[in-house]
């Protein structure tokens, strides 16, 4: 049951499909209080109870205690300190002995979560603006509310099949010899790869939209030669416009009025990587058409895929800014600057970057009415990747793109992927990926993964071979660097060859993964769950953060310490793991339910099985399109027969069907052995463990 109620006037921000009554009964489980314009939501907390969600954000899979603000901000040090990171995602669900409901916050602005902050048993959400939509959402447990939930607000992307494979990407990949080198050092070792993102380097100068002439004489000729390779290459883009004459784009966006305007109806200038640039009206539909046309420039090189970037958004700096910081700067110039002014100085260039008062200076028109931009921030990423999709509908409506983005706010799970933001090469950062997982999920974003081996700082070859491990099981798979850290292809580390292994995991694993995938997305499931949503009644389970379950079947428990040896895991039920070290090299290990410590060298990684399932594994293969799918191996611990149900389409299709993709597995026990069936399927039940 899902009740809706409004405050002050709502700003429509596209996040919910299904249109329900708005109820004129007081907000159940909560105290309201409106004040100063805005609204806060007060509740009582018992000493066990547990909060999920906020999907992409600092902190464990339970948020109780901490401070959060949803503010998308471009911050990749993003430390347990932050109040929020890139995405905006406003969904809790409280858990305990007298409480089990979920609540939405439809709100496209600032909106604050104390949740157990202030004092440990209170919980106070603000909404600064006092204008939202509140969606009460009520089932018979966590996962019913999330299924529930993912109903109210449509149906997850669906991306391409190749885009599950590995994809390599780092800012300073600047020529396509330097891109041909990249794949060539990744096909000589036969590590798998499927993609190469392109950062900035490819553009002229920063323009979207654009690739530079010299470096990439012929992009549809080098494309096609990469499509020889099974690679499809990924090209950013930006949400700056840059400002400069005889740019089409950019004077195009000014001849129609399609770029934000400040309070004198004057476009809008700020600056990210081009320097001075203008930023496109995302909220408004027309100029949604006319960015999302203007892919076509790259679509037309035979581009497939693309991530959109900055889109926050990011601001370096404005005019005004700029002018005050130098102001303050010329103020202070001829004083003995103490320690009040020398900070003085310091602040006035340091708070250039996205600060707060730049996105008080410009409007959006929202239904023909101006808006400022602060009350609707967190929606501009969103209404980018909005704008990208139906500009991919309208190329090729009867294929799927790939398309991720790094600002989000619910809604634009129906539009693309996330990543889950620059990250560092940070252990920290690793387990924060895993435990962002399932909180994404919850929120319909289940095409999603961080950037592998950290974006920032320098990564060792242990944190990458760990990241590598976990990755194998997230959806998006991406090695990402920022320019200036140490090279971080496989490749380029003396134990390339343990890196290699692990990635074959991946391909042999991606049958399942795919399958689960998609069952996820067509049935408003979640891929990823904390263990409390499958254990409720097992109080430790309940409590586990550092490992989550995985699809219908089996849960991950990856190594996230540096110079680990091994880890702790907890099994709340019988399961069998698999130790892999490559798609061909495992042992398989029935475990009873209880607490272990396992021993994993770095180049080992496991995977639980629940006792009476069963996976398929494919033979290893270097890209998406070469795996076998016909020939699969079963691994399991059953003690009777078993049948499971396989999802495979071409990969392609934008109208899947999800009953004529499945294909029925039937496992049949005969005393210690095992025999399978499959429609269309050779299968091989030799790593299928019977009884006790």
């Known amino acids: 049951m899902i009740r809706r109620y409004d405050f002050g006037s709502p700003i429509p921000t596209g996040a919910v499909v299904r249109t329900l009554a708005c109820e004129n009964t007081p907000v159940p489980f909560f105290q309201v209080e409106a004040k100063e314009g805005q609204v806060s939501f007060s509740l009582t907390l018992d000493r066990d109870d547990m909060i999920f969600g906020l999907g992409e954000n600092v902190r464990g899979i339970n948020k109780r205690g901490h401070l959060f603000r949803a503010w998308n901000s471009d911050d990749f040090s993003h430390t347990e300190n932050k109040a929020g990171i890139y995405a905006s995602h406003n969904l809790l669900l409280f858990s305990g002995k007298d409480k089990l409901f979920g609540v939405y916050f439809d709100d496209p602005g600032a909106v604050t979560f104390d949740l157990g902050y202030t004092q440990q048993d209170s919980v106070r959400i603000t909404s600064e603006n006092g204008n939202l939509s509140v969606y009460i959402i009520e089932a018979d447990s966590l996962t019913a509310i999330c299924k529930e939930f993912r109903g109210l607000i449509g149906r997850s992307y669906l991306p391409p099949k190749w885009a599950f494979g590995y994809i390599q990407s780092r800012w300073g990949y600047s020529t396509d010899e330097e891109v041909r080198e990249i794949v060539k050092g990744h096909r000589d070792r036969h590590i798998p790869l499927d993609g190469v993102c392109m950062d900035i380097d490819y553009m002229e100068d920063y323009k979207d939209f654009t690739w530079d002439k010299k470096k990439f004489p012929d992009l549809r000729g080098f494309n096609d030669d990469m499509r020889q390779e099974h690679i499809r290459l990924i090209p950013i883009i930006d949400a700056g416009v840059k400002q400069q004459d005889g740019y089409d784009t950019c004077e195009e966006g000014l001849e129609k009025g399609y770029f934000v305007k400040k309070a004198d109806g004057k476009p809008f200038v700020g600056a990210v990587w081009p320097g001075r640039s203008y930023f496109p009206d995302f909220l408004r539909e027309d100029v949604r058409q006319w960015f999302g046309d203007e892919y076509r420039k790259l679509l037309d090189q035979?581009?497939?895929?693309?991530?959109?970037?900055?889109?926050?958004?990011?601001?370096?700096?404005?005019?005004?800014?700029?002018?005050?910081?130098?102001?303050?700067?010329?103020?202070?110039?001829?004083?003995?600057?103490?320690?009040?002014?020398?900070?003085?100085?310091?602040?006035?260039?340091?708070?250039?970057?996205?600060?707060?008062?730049?996105?008080?200076?410009?409007?959006?028109?929202?239904?023909?009415?101006?808006?400022?931009?602060?009350k609707v921030h967190n929606l501009y990423g969103a209404c980018m990747t909005q704008a990208a999709a139906e500009g991919f509908r309208r190329y090729d409506a009867s294929k799927r793109f790939l398309m991720f983005s790094r600002a989000s706010f619910i809604g634009a799970h129906r539009y693309g992927g996330v990543w889950q933001g620059d990250n560092n090469a940070w252990w920290a950062h690793l387990k924060m990926n895993l435990q962002m997982m399932p909180s994404l999920n919850m929120c319909g974003f289940l095409y999603t993964g961080a950037d592998l081996g950290g974006f920032g700082c320098n990564t060792t070859e242990d944190l990458l071979l760990r990241w590598l491990q976990l990755g194998v099981f997230t959806p998006l798979m991406r090695n990402h660097a920022a320019q200036g850290t140490r090279d971080q292809e496989a490749f380029r580390f003396s134990n390339w060859a343990d890196m290699r292994n692990i990635?074959?995991?991946?391909?042999?694993?991606?049958?399942?993964?795919?399958?689960?995938?998609?069952?996820?997305?067509?049935?408003?499931?979640?891929?990823?769950?904390?263990?409390?949503?499958?254990?409720?009644?097992?109080?430790?389970?309940?409590?586990?953060?550092?490992?989550?379950?995985?699809?219908?079947?089996?849960?991950?428990?990856?190594?996230?310490?540096?110079?680990?040896?091994?880890?702790?895991?907890?099994?709340?039920?019988?399961?069998?793991?698999?130790?892999?070290?490559?798609?061909?090299?495992?042992?398989?290990?029935?475990?009873?339910?209880?607490?272990?410590?396992?021993?994993?060298?770095?180049?080992?990684?496991?995977?639980?099985?629940?006792?009476?399932?069963?996976?398929?594994?494919?033979?290893?293969?270097?890209?998406?399109?070469?795996?076998?799918?016909?020939?699969?191996k079963l691994l399991g611990w059953v003690d009777k027969d078993v049948s499971i149900t396989l999802y495979s389409d071409d990969g392609y299709t934008t109208s899947p069907c999800l009953e004529k993709g499945l294909t029925a597995i039937t496992l049949q026990v005969q005393g210690e052995k095992a025999t399978a069936q499959g429609h269309g399927l050779t299968l091989h039940a030799d790593d299928v463990i019977i009884g006790d």
Not at 312 to 335: K, N, T
Not at 345 to 355: P, T, V
Not at 607 to 619: C, D, E, S, W
Request: with cysteine; aromatic share 12%; net charge negative.
């Open 302 to 374: 035979g581009v497939e895929g693309f991530w959109n970037d900055m889109n926050e958004p990011a601001l370096f700096y404005s005019e005004e800014s700029l002018a005050d910081a130098f102001q303050v700067a010329d103020e202070l110039r001829h004083e003995n600057l103490d320690i009040r002014s020398a900070f003085a100085l310091k602040d006035a260039f340091a708070n250039l970057s996205n600060n707060p008062e730049d996105y008080k200076r410009f409007y959006h028109q929202v239904e023909g009415k101006a808006v400022r931009h602060d």
């Open 503 to 632: 990635i074959t995991v991946r391909y042999a694993l991606l049958p399942y993964l795919y399958s689960e995938f998609m069952k996820a997305a067509l049935q408003d499931d979640m891929l990823f769950r904390p263990l409390a949503f499958d254990y409720p009644d097992d109080d430790t389970a309940r409590r586990v953060e550092d490992q989550v379950m995985l699809g219908a079947d089996c849960m991950i428990a990856p190594v996230y310490e540096q110079n680990a040896r091994g880890r702790h895991v907890y099994l709340p039920e019988d399961m069998l793991m698999v130790r892999f070290r490559s798609a061909e090299d495992y042992d398989l290990t029935p475990m009873e339910a209880g607490h272990y410590w396992i021993e994993l060298d770095t180049t080992e990684m496991p995977l639980f099985i629940r006792r009476g399932h069963v996976i398929p594994l494919a033979k290893p293969a270097e890209y998406v399109e070469g795996i076998d799918e016909s020939d699969l």
